[in-house]
């Protein structure tokens, strides 16, 4: 079986995965998700509203940040959401703030809940399974507690 990004172009796999963003070359601002390559740099408009740069380069953000905030889904989330277990399990969110000075929303591994979560803990990213169908598996990223 094949293993396949949910959001081809987001992250990167193996053993040090990296969250892909674009950086304004006009004023280094830097967003996540990435643009998209599909849409090519004329459709780049710097999120900076101090700004007017219209392209940007590729850059990867650091593997390891911080707990900004976080929280629980304790409902299962409307379609196209496919939950990976029946019944639906709860899983916690968490807001992570990286050293580029932004903050990146993800689940949290598996096997972490939100009693294993304190604002301003670290956390690595990592990437796990998060459902396989007919033509593979599917991975997402997550944010695991560093012990």
């Known amino acids: 079986m094949t293993a396949t990004p949910v959001i081809e172009g987001w992250f990167t796999t193996g053993d040090e995965p990296r969250l892909l963003a674009s950086r304004c070359t006009t004023c280094s601002n830097v967003v996540f998700p990435p643009v998209s390559s599909d849409a090519g740099a004329a459709a780049f408009y710097c999120r900076n509203p101090a700004c007017d740069g219209t ?22 989330p409307p379609a196209p959401y496919v939950a990976p277990t029946d019944p639906f399990q709860p899983f916690a969110l968490a807001a992570v703030e990286l050293p580029e000075g932004i ?29 396989v169908d007919e033509t593979g598996e599917r991975t997402i990223y997550r944010w695991r507690p560093v012990a």
């Open 55 to 76: 392209e940007h380069d590729a850059v990867e953000l650091s593997r390891r940040g911080r707990v900004w905030s976080y929280t629980d889904a304790q409902y299962q």
């Open 103 to 131: 903050v990146v929303l993800g689940q949290v591994a598996d096997g972490f809940g939100v009693a294993d979560l304190v604002v301003g803990a670290e956390v690595d990213l990592v990437v796990e399974t998060l459902n």
